[in-house]
């Protein structure tokens, strides 16, 4: 049955902006999946995905290839068996818990929630200077800058140029973006290059003395914990899942929140379902819609034998609307028990998680706070960004009609 569908459909630029019949058309008829002339295997239904969660030893984490679209417009793979440097995500135990504890520290439920009062005074910024235009893109007033100003913060880049820092984390999640053709890839992965160095410089001028992500780092390699470019890929791994995560998330919560004004009011009545509908927002439209699994040996999921050296693809934007798993998948219930796997499962579960749902929170309840409205800009369109792998805005144009006059 798998055969029927065309491997290129993976990469169709209408299905990206659209995953979901293709996702529904997999999770009935091929619910683990190998494209067609590929190693890659989907796995798309929600009970598949988790048992593969569980399943370290058969699903290894470690980045043994890249994605790239060829010239027919079929998936590719650049494979490397020794895989790229693991590091956090894509590294498998001990390694992996080595590493969670390096920087754990900084992700505890007090150290996120000190953050709250820097959130909320980027958020007012980033909104009054929307609500003082009227029209905005969202992405480049609120959803790109704030998530990047609190990670840049927590990182240790706090004199850093935002605009840059965006850049090589947008960068770094190109590399894996998978819908790339082959001369794209290797532009960015030279301009990722070109951060790893910066991040190098960053790292070897930080002192140990630092309460942050840097220090801790800087404390690691110090103490042989981390090598230098163990160090250097952690850096890049915070801005790259930092920044995406909560960007994402923002886009996607205002574009939900624009095409329902009906929603927008319960939410003002009601803030606090505001936590619930940000799930829901994480489970319709899951920041990365897969991670990658390498297959160390021969497995089977699903009854599908599935071939040491494969390259496996969890997508976890198609589990979450799992009909098996989820009543309406395609609807928004506040009431809905939290179930999504956005975040991962298992070992592997986002540590930076607790950071993005109060970031999303705070500026939620703030930008809900101070319009009366928010609604698509009627002489522009909405655009997703061109990737396999990210499920993010490029630019979302939007009205805001300020509750009251003046700022928050």
């Avoid at 909320?120 to 992405?139: H, P, Q, T, W």
């Avoid at 007033?141 to 990182?155: A, Q």
């Avoid at 599908?304 to 309406?328: H, K």
């Avoid at 179930?339 to 950071?355: M, N, S, V, Y």
């Amino acid at each position: 049955m798998s055969q029927a569908i065309p491997a290129k459909m993976l990469l169709d630029r209408a299905i990206l902006d659209n995953p979901y019949p293709f996702y529904q058309r997999l999770q009935k008829n091929a619910p683990v999946w190998q494209g067609p002339g590929t190693s890659i295997y989907l796995v798309t239904r929600h009970a598949l995905l988790v048992e593969a969660t569980r399943r370290v030893d058969d699903f290894s984490s470690s980045l043994t290839s890249v994605l790239y679209r060829r010239f027919n417009g079929v998936p590719g793979r650049i494979t490397h068996k020794a895989g790229a440097l693991p590091v956090l995500a894509t590294a498998d135990p001990p390694l992996h818990t080595q590493h969670k504890t390096a920087v754990f520290s900084h992700f505890s439920a007090k150290s996120i929630a000190a953050l709250k009062p820097e959130i909320e005074a980027v958020g007012k910024d980033c909104i009054n200077k929307a609500l003082s235009e009227g029209k905005a893109d969202f992405m480049a007033e609120i959803g790109n800058p704030l998530p990047m100003k609190i990670v840049s913060d927590l990182v240790g880049f706090r004199k850093s140029n935002i605009d840059k820092l965006l850049q090589a984390a947008f960068d770094s999640t190109a590399v894996v973006s998978g819908s790339s053709s082959i001369f794209q890839l290797g532009w960015c992965m030279l301009r990722s290059y070109l951060s790893y160095r910066w991040v190098g410089t960053q790292l070897r001028s930080a002192s140990t003395d630092q309460q942050d992500i840097l220090g801790s780092i800087k404390r690691s390699i110090d103490a042989g914990v981390l090598s230098e470019m163990e160090g250097r890929a952690f850096l890049l791994l915070f801005l790259a899942a930092g920044g995406e995560s909560t960007t994402s998330l923002l886009g996607s919560a205002v574009r939900i929140l624009a095409d329902d004004q009906a929603l927008q009011t319960t939410l003002r009545e009601q803030p606090d379902l505001i936590p619930a509908f940000i799930e829901e927002v994480l489970r319709l439209e899951s920041p990365f819609r897969f991670h990658l699994r390498s297959t160390p040996k021969d497995t089977v999921l699903g009854n599908v034998p599935i071939p040491s050296g494969s390259t496996v693809l969890l997508f976890w934007g198609a589990g979450n609307r799992d009909p098996e798993t989820f009543i309406n998948p395609d609807n928004i219930d506040l009431t809905r028990p939290r179930k999504h796997i956005t975040f991962g499962r298992g070992i592997h579960t986002c540590i930076g998680a607790p950071l993005a749902r109060l970031e999303a929170l705070t500026v939620l309840q703030l930008l809900l706070a101070s319009t009366s409205r928010i609604a698509l800009d009627p002489a522009d369109s909405p655009q997703w960004v061109n990737s396999l792998q990210v499920r993010r805005y490029q630019k979302l144009p939007v009205i805001l009609t300020p509750r009251r006059p003046g700022v928050i």
